[in-house]
């Protein structure tokens, strides 16, 4: 069980990221100086989030502190017919695990796809319809969240202990409930830029070796139209550029266990 750490984040932070979240933003626009999405994204009130970030004994993760030259891939939105099997497929020719954050219903309907091909990667909850966590109440939240994580349980028999809201939006609602489950919070620090290397794999795999640090946290996606392509193709050479950096890829739950062995707090 991950052990669970107080966040700490000030008022003028709180509220950046609800400006931020507010529209919708996947990724820290660069005026703000920030690699990673808002602890405070959606559309809660500032008061709301605020008191939950203090009040809420929940880790947030946008990376890992930590000196080892580890990485974790992170899959959201499946499992699908679309892209799913092409990642399992890339990630085993490769012997990478990565953390998939599942959407409820989607497990549902494809669990065969994904049955017996788990073993090595990390399951987290990403709600049942992909619904956006922060225009909830705490009742929704926690309706959402329960049946995707019992979904979870009831295909792989194992514990949920990891929760990602769709598009990063965190409200207040979305801290107690993670608070009440027992989550911690995983955003992310790089993100796959498929618009701007929509035909172009090897510039995204590129993009993506030469600016990995120790610890960072990659968000990819295995659902979603025909710009996924350009991620899956480029798999196989992030994976060797980054083996060539001297990095390995983790697991979420393994990156935090390294950084917990470092002494880190959450970021």
């Known amino acids: 069980m991950v052990s669970r750490r107080a966040v700490l984040r000030t008022a003028v932070a709180g509220a950046a990221g ?27 009130a500032a008061a709301d989030v605020l008191d939950a970030v203090h009040h ?18 992170t899959f959201d939105d499946g499992p ?60 929704g939240v926690l309706q959402s969240l329960g049946r995707t994580e019992d979904e979870i349980k009831k295909q792989f028999g194992r514990p949920v202990e990891l929760l990602r809201p769709p598009f990063g939006h965190i409200g207040g609602s979305t801290m107690l409930a993670a608070d009440r489950m027992g989550y911690d919070v ?39 139209d025909d710009r996924r392509l350009v991620t899956i193709r480029g798999l196989a050479a992030m994976f060797d550029g980054l083996r060539k950096r001297g990095f390995r890829m983790v697991t979420v739950p393994d990156l935090i266990a390294a950084g917990q062995k470092s002494g880190a707090a959450p970021h």
Request: net charge negative; hydrophobic share 45%.
């Open 18 to 44: 609800i400006a931020a979240g507010v529209v919708g933003a996947r990724e820290i626009p660069h005026w703000l100086g920030w690699d990673r999405p808002p602890v405070a994204g959606g559309y809660a």
């Open 186 to 224: 995983v955003l992310w620090s790089k993100a796959m830029r498929e618009k701007m290397f929509h035909d172009d794999p090897m510039g995204q795999a590129k993009d993506i070796v030469d600016s990995v640090r120790p610890g960072s946290i990659i968000l990819a996606h295995d659902e979603g």
């Open 56 to 73: 809420a004994n929940v880790a947030v993760r946008y990376y890992v502190e930590t000196t080892e030259p580890l990485v974790a891939f």
């Open 80 to 139: 699908a017919p679309h892209w799913t099997p092409m990642v399992l497929d890339a990630l085993d020719a490769a012997d990478v695990p990565a953390t998939f954050f599942m959407v409820g219903n989607r497990l549902e309907r494809n669990a065969d796809l994904v049955r017996g091909r788990m073993d090595r990667h990390a399951i987290g909850n990403h709600s049942w319809n992909h619904d956006d966590l922060a225009t909830l109440d705490l009742n």
